[in-house]
């Protein structure tokens, strides 16, 4: 009970939409409820990865979808992050925003983080799957073999093909038979839409996200599983108290979170950009970053009046503004593979010209 008070405070007071957490340099602490700074996020690379040692822990006492939710997003867009395309250059701090002087470094003086993403990234295969009785678990989705020894002294295979997390379908190939369960996670983010077939047959019950879905049936050798997770760009808002981020919102398609940097949007500040009410287009490049999927989209940019010029404070009267933004193409990019090329400004809380609805 103790642990599951800590988690949930962490996961909806004290946590960064990355996963990351730690919101203060000074004692490497969490801070206070909603003290979710963005510039300033420590959100080190090693928070991150004790968050997904702990929620694993916390996913074995009760196969509770969640825990595997906030691994695979943690992953993805806090651990991840903590580590250059190349693997030779490292974040100890994880920003969500930036002026273009935080970039990864080769090692640190107190260099924890580099041998602690080795140390995960070499256990990675053994967060994919879970055994228990007569029930084989898949909790991540990436191309994969997998072998398990189940009771009876019974051998069962498991194969995924897919191109998860650019592309939502994911196939799954069973060697061995007999009669056992297959739980499938269904990712909280796949808000509608999530199907499955067995051997081209639809199941009889619709996913519910945030859930593992099980199916229990009389296995054979090659049959297979086919689940397609619908993956729309989603907005994602803050909470109102974290009042840095109210009128803003983040990207995310899939279990990737996306972010806004300097060399793909050619304008003088980033902070001017004001994204649109539209969905924004979704584009694989196999060239950019090693190959990330990129959200295009229309944006105004407006910067401060004039009348700002040499102040840092003013009396604010009733006025109608006279300036009209202009537009540009906005191109964001996923969040884990930003500060990989020239240094530059990156922004993950982008403006959107509503009012905070909180």
């Known amino acids: 009970e103790a642990l599951e ?3 949930h405070n962490m996961t909806t007071r004290r946590m960064y939409v990355t996963g990351g957490v730690g919101s203060r340099y000074e004692g490497e602490a969490f801070g206070g409820d909603y003290e979710l700074p963005n ?6 690379t090693c928070a991150a990865i004790g968050s997904v040692m702990w929620t694993w822990r916390m996913l074995m006492l009760g196969g509770d979808a969640r825990y595997a939710d906030l691994i695979e997003h943690t992953l993805y867009n806090a651990v991840l992050p903590g580590i250059s395309l190349d693997g030779g250059r490292y974040f100890y701090q994880n920003p969500l925003a930036a002026g273009g002087t935080h970039r990864r470094r080769p090692w640190f003086g107190c260099a924890c983080c580099p041998p602690n993403v080795a140390r995960l ?7 994919f ?4 009785e007569s029930t084989l678990w898949i909790h991540l989705y990436a191309e994969s073999d997998a072998t398990f020894q189940m009771e009876g002294d019974r051998t069962v295979s498991l194969r995924q093909h897919t191109r998860y997390p650019w592309d939502g379908r994911v196939e799954i190939s069973v060697g061995g038979e007999g009669e056992f369960a297959l739980m499938l996670r269904i990712p909280s983010w796949c808000e509608e839409g999530a199907a499955v077939e067995v051997n081209g047959e639809p199941i009889g019950h619709a996913p519910s996200p945030g859930s593992y879905l099980e199916i229990r049936r009389a296995w054979r050798p090659g049959d297979r599983v086919s689940l397609d997770l619908p993956m729309p760009v989603r907005r994602v808002e803050c909470h109102p108290y974290v009042a840095e981020n109210n009128g803003r919102v983040a990207l995310m398609r899939g279990p990737i979170l996306y972010c806004v940097e300097q060399a793909d949007n050619a304008i003088a ?5 004001t994204f649109g009410d539209t969905d924004p287009p979704v584009r694989f490049d196999p060239d950019l970053l090693g190959g990330v999927v990129v959200l295009e989209a229309g944006a105004e940019v407006a910067a401060p009046d004039d009348g700002w010029d040499d102040r840092l404070y ?3 009267y009733p006025r109608v503004s006279g300036i009209r933004p202009g537009t540009t193409a906005l191109t964001a990019v ?3 593979a930003w500060a990989n090329r020239e240094p530059g400004a ?9 009012p905070a609805t909180g």
């Open 39 to 44: 510039e300033r996020a420590y959100a080190e």
């Open 5 to 7: 008070r800590l988690w």
């Open 129 to 132: 799957y879970g055994v228990s």
């Open 346 to 354: 990156m922004l993950v809380w982008l403006k959107t010209g509503d």
């Open 314 to 316: 003013r009396t604010r």
């Open 334 to 336: 996923p969040y884990y």
């Open 269 to 273: 500040d980033l902070r001017d950009l």
């Open 121 to 127: 990234l070499a256990s990675l295969p053994g967060y």
